[in-house]
């Protein structure tokens, strides 16, 4: 798991460049449920929401396990601390927001949940929140016969469902470890739902930043991304939804 997680930072510009911003309401949500404007900033990667949360005015400070992607986003002029989140020191500090992009699912939800209580002063809010696309149809078993063929052994799975409705369950699991922890009010669980052009050539650079295909080898990772290119036949606009949890510490 732990690999697959550290995998995204083998190229942190393509990340960087290929992942969409978060939708302004929910920046502005958490801005609004903090009680002040200092921000921590658990799996901070390439920096995408630390930068949009400073441009909301908050000060923050990222905490990311991938030096690559800690540096590149040093390069934005995000102060970054190399460490997971779990065994990050805080010093003393404290704290009246930690937001966590796209990256909570890698944190164990019990444990992540307790130490997000030590860190954030009475009153602070924890909100993890991330982002989840739909590929059309085609393009969808395009992508997995690319896998299926390029990768035979990799635990790849067409959705059968919506995947936009299935990513729920990372913040159902999410909320379960806040109650757990027992110091935090009843969680809040919303849900944004958006959508995004992207030309043939955007889309290709998008895909290989899903977990798995990061680290694959760059022959493999041709090949699938030749097989999905067959699929696509001019601009696609993806249906996603970004679901974020809100817990206030007691």
Request: overall charge negative; charged content about 25%.
């Amino acid at each position: 798991m732990r690999r697959v997680a550290e995998s995204f930072g083998s190229d942190p510009a393509r990340y960087d460049r290929s992942r969409p911003p978060y939708p302004d309401a929910l920046i502005q949500h958490i801005v609004a449920a903090a009680p002040g404007p200092a921000f921590l900033d658990a799996g901070c990667g390439t920096g995408i929401e630390a930068r949009q949360f400073r441009a909301a005015g908050r000060t923050v400070l990222g905490v990311e396990p991938d030096p690559r992607m800690a540096e590149f986003a040093r390069a934005s002029g995000i102060d970054v601390e190399v460490a997971t989140f779990e065994t990050w020191e805080p010093a003393g500090r404290a704290f009246d927001a930690i937001v966590s992009g796209t990256a909570w699912h890698w944190v164990d939800p019990v444990a992540g949940a307790a130490k997000a209580a030590e860190v954030l002063r009475p009153g602070g809010v924890l909100a993890p929140f991330g982002h989840v696309y739909e590929l059309p149809s085609p393009i969808a078993a395009a992508l997995a016969e690319g896998l299926r063929r390029a990768a035979p052994d990799l635990p790849y799975r067409q959705p059968t469902g919506s995947i936009l409705d299935g990513y729920r369950a990372l913040y159902d699991r999410a909320a379960e470890g806040v109650r757990a922890s027992g110091c935090f009010a009843e969680p809040e669980i919303r849900r944004y739902d958006w959508q995004h052009t992207y030309t043939r050539d955007e889309l290709l650079d998008l895909i290989p930043t899903s977990g798995g295909l990061a680290s694959m080898p760059p022959d493999k990772l041709t090949e699938i991304l030749s097989t999905v290119a067959a699929a696509i036949d001019g601009d696609v606009t993806l249906a996603y939804a970004t679901w974020c949890l809100t817990a206030v510490r007691r």
